[in-house]
């Protein structure tokens, strides 16, 4: 037998390289399952779950009469939504928020695709399974572009859109705070997400947090009423950048049939956002749906956060208009 001592150099230092980088990963594995079970336990599912074709959905309700279904955006969940929008609309609405397929504790079964019009379809599903007919829809930046999605394709199960920073057009480069989401390898974001992605979240925290949040504050107690901490979990990064690479495919098909849209659509957009730019995407889809109300006010991306109340009542005045063909509206 060949010892360690009879072999080349080289060969040795190599063999010892390969086995402190194994080490390594193995050490960073256990320190990401060690953070998403901490997580898990601080943070447990405050709904409950909902099987569907190709995902289990997890779901929460607050309230009774119309139903106004809440879709969270890219890496998110509905703490997004529960962190203040849904107590200050459930003395008037059956408020709905679900976790989108793979995102926050709601599962996506695997080789069921990420696209927009797969999760359209589940979360019709999940409409048929609570007795929901059709609904008044709010979508927060990617749940922006689900929610056209849904209006689109099942037409009758959307009887208005509330639309809060939504991505209505690709933009031109991933924003900052997303870039490592675009790992195209399916095997290495698995390696990434298993090993690397906890440790940069934590270690890149404060900026990407920043650029998400900016120019607003990004709230004290975000980590864990908004959730924040979810991003540790390796679950949500593998979602969110099954999401997003979906992306390309999906939004030119939606993009050209917004002319199609008949139902009241309301768009919110803050003018500092830092995600996606609101004159592409705010005033330029009001520009493809003229009966479009658009509303601007000064704040960041975050808005279901940052600004709750406001965002509460512009889904209120949206929900109560629903009557295509009013002004748009750029106060």
Known sequence: MTSLSSLPTAIVVIVAVVLAALALLLLLALLTRTLASRVEEALPPAGRFVDVPGARLHVREWGLGQPVLLLHGLAGHMAHYSYGVAGKLSDQFRVIAVDRPGSGYSLRDPGTPADLRTQAKAIVSLMDALHVPS?????????????????????????????????????????????????????????????????????????????????????????????????????????????????????????????????????????????????????????????????????????????????????????????????????
């Open 135 to 331: 609904a008044f829809v709010v979508g927060h930046s990617l749940g922006g572009a689900l929610a056209l999605t849904l209006a689109l394709h099942h037409p009758s199960r959307v009887s208005g859109l509330a639309l809060v920073a939504p991505l209505t057009d690709l933009p031109g480069d991933v924003p900052a705070a997303f870039r490592a989401l675009t790992i195209a390898s399916p095997w290495v974001r698995k390696l990434v997400a298993w090993t690397l992605a906890a440790p940069l979240t934590i270690l890149r925290g404060k900026p990407v947090l920043e650029q998400v949040f900016g120019p607003e504050a990004v709230p004290a107690d975000f980590a864990t009423r908004g959730g924040g901490l979810m991003s540790l979990r390796p679950s949500q990064f593998l979602a969110a950048a099954a999401d997003l690479q979906a992306l390309p495919d999906a939004m030119p098909a939606i993009v050209a049939r917004y002319g199609e849209l008949r139902l009241p659509v309301s768009i919110l957009y803050a003018r500092g956002d830092r995600i996606l730019d609101h004159k592409a995407n705010g005033h330029g889809f009001v520009e493809k749906v003229p009966h479009a109300r658009l509303r601007i006010v000064d704040g960041g991306h975050m808005l279901p956060v940052t600004q709750a109340e406001v965002t509460a009542e512009f889904i209120r005045e949206a929900a109560s208009a629903l009557t295509p063909g009013a002004d748009v509206r750029t106060a």
